[in-house]
């Protein structure tokens, strides 16, 4: 499964920006998917995941400001990130997994999008 990210790019704090995630295969649709970041010096962090079942994982610093979502009918996930944060900015990757679990960890995924750099200015 080949996965393509866009998206990204140059924002102001306060923000909004919608990531999107493509899937080259029909039979995505039933994986689950994630987000995860990864900063300069960071290590790469899950921001959020969905499931097959429309099962949501968020993580703390991003809840009540970002939402994945999913839309089958175009085998494509989405990120839809409103009042970014400084902080928020970092290359944003989408990935995937044949699995109907709700997996929050790198080392679950085996699927995994090019990254799109998000850069939040204050």
């Known amino acids: 499964v080949q996965l393509v990210e866009s998206g990204g790019g140059l924002v102001q704090a306060g923000d909004s920006l919608r990531l999107s995630c493509a899937a080259s295969e029909r039979t995505a649709i039933t994986y689950t998917m994630g987000w995860f970041r990864q900063a300069p010096g960071r290590e790469r962090e899950c921001v959020a995941a969905?499931?097959?079942?429309?099962?949501?994982y968020y993580a703390d610093s991003v809840k009540g400001r970002f939402t994945t979502s999913r839309d089958n009918a175009k085998n494509t996930v989405y990120l839809q990130m409103n009042d970014l944060k400084p902080e928020d900015t970092a290359v944003y990757y989408c990935?995937?997994?044949?699995?109907?679990?709700?997996?929050?960890?790198?080392?679950?995924?085996?699927?995994w999008g090019q990254g799109t750099q998000v850069t939040v200015s204050s």
């Open positions: 969905i499931t097959w079942k429309i099962t949501r």
């Open positions: 990935a995937a997994v044949n699995s109907f679990r709700l997996i929050t960890t790198q080392s679950g995924y085996n699927y």
